[in-house]
């Protein structure tokens, strides 16, 4: 369990190898190009388990240091998830600064393929916030080391409903586990961040017979998933005065922190975010304490990580579906062991994970 140390002062050495965020990472790349404006930045995490495969995020960071950051915890994060996933794959993921409704262009896009081609397959992308397959198209003009292109192309598209599937998945094993059934009709359920996935997670809590709440800075967004689906809108500034059962992160990370659990009224939280913990250790004690049922986000958000390993060999698009139903038994398993261990249910998905790579690592080393 050494990456979930906390480094102490003497052990820190620097603004980059002695940040804890830094700390286990193989490699951080930092990409720019003056003509398109592209500034992004690629992090591999490990490649113990295979190549470092993880989507582009498209943001408008304050400043760098944020997506430096952001960068770290979502490559470190996709290791565990292909890990407990049981992939062959690494963890890697990337950032492009700037505003995907402005700033995005193809040419942009493609210069940003020219530097993923330059790592030689040991980074592989993939769609992220802020990022389309004909982005990713865009992508493959310029390297091959590259999953989520359009079916048209051979590939298999937006992986997207794969991961909403996986998390509907997860969200019905948590309501199993904390109410005996996971039958969701009735269940208040708020979804934030509507977006590729959101979306299609709306879906399927509405044809379930869920009470969806949907929230999103993006007024156009809120419109069409309420026309298409039903939801109701919430608009209010601070969406944990929303009486809910189940809290569904489907936007940023960190917004289960200390201000949002003191106002928490939900019994589970289960949604595609990645790094829904401000802080690991802290916020998933401090949810257990008032016993709030936490999914592990890398676990029941690894569909569209199993859908695009599949394209890497020959893409089986029931077979990943199958796969990722699976997260269904896996939660509950992970469920189980952190109740036996007595640990927080985010632990006891690390401990699995990490298990998996140290035992490739000192296969490895032999
Ligand atoms: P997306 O860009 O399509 O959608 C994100 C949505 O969140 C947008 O509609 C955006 O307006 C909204 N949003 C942003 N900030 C918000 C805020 N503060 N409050 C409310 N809404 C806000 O992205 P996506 O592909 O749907 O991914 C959503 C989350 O799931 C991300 O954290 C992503 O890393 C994670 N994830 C995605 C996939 C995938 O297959 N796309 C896989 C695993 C994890």
């Known amino acids: 369990m050494s990456d979930l140390k906390i480094l102490n002062e003497k052990e820190i050495t620097g603004p980059i190898f002695g940040a804890e965020s830094f700390r286990n990472h193989e490699q951080l790349v930092f990409c720019q190009d003056d003509e398109t404006g592209l500034k992004a930045i690629i992090g591999i995490h490990s490649t113990t388990l295979g190549p470092a495969l993880g989507g582009t995020r498209m943001w408008n960071y304050d400043n760098e240091s944020d997506a430096i950051r952001d960068v770290l915890r979502l490559s470190r994060g996709m290791s565990f998830k292909a ?3 049981g992939l062959n794959l690494g963890g890697g993921k990337a ?3 700037g505003d995907s409704r402005k700033d995005k262009t193809d040419a942009l896009m493609r210069k940003f393929g020219q530097f993923v081609n330059s790592l030689s397959g040991r980074y592989i992308t993939a769609e992220d916030v802020g990022i389309t397959t004909h982005d990713m198209e865009m992508v493959k003009m310029e390297t ?17 409903p794969v991961t909403a599937y996986g998390v509907f998945m997860g969200l019905k094993a948590s309501a199993k586990y904390k109410w005996g059934s996971d039958d969701l009709s009735g269940k208040k359920v708020l979804v934030q961040g509507i977006g590729h996935v959101g979306e299609t997670l709306v ?7 869920a009470i969806v709440t949907i929230n999103d800075i993006h007024e156009d967004r809120l419109q069409e998933v309420n026309k298409a689906y039903g939801a109701t809108i919430f608009r209010g500034s601070d969406i944990f005065e929303n009486d809910m059962d189940i809290y569904a992160p489907c936007a ?6 200390n201000e949002s659990i003191a106002k928490m009224n939900c019994q589970i939280i289960a949604g595609a975010a990645n790094n829904q913990l401000a802080n690991e250790q802290i916020h998933g004690e401090m949810l257990r ?9 890398f676990l029941i958000n690894a569909g569209g990580l199993i859908n695009v390993y599949s394209e890497l060999a020959h893409y089986d698009r029931a077979e990943s ?25 985010h632990t006891a998905a690390l401990k699995i994970a990490m298990d998996r790579i140290s035992k490739v690592k000192a296969e490895q080393a032999k």
């Open 203 to 209: 879906k399927h809590l509405t044809e379930s017979g």
């Open 252 to 257: 940023l990370g960190a917004t289960v922190n």
């Open 83 to 85: 890990a407990i996933s």
């Open 321 to 345: 579906l199958r796969n990722t139903e699976n997260i269904y038994n896996t939660t509950l398993d992970i469920f189980k062991m952190s109740e036996i261990e007595n640990i927080t249910t």
């Open 95 to 97: 950032v492009i600064i």
């Open 289 to 297: 304490k008032k016993g709030i049922l936490y999914a592990p986000d």
């Open 144 to 160: 091959d080391h590259v999953t989520g292109i359009p079916e048209s192309m051979g590939g298999s598209g937006d992986p997207s």
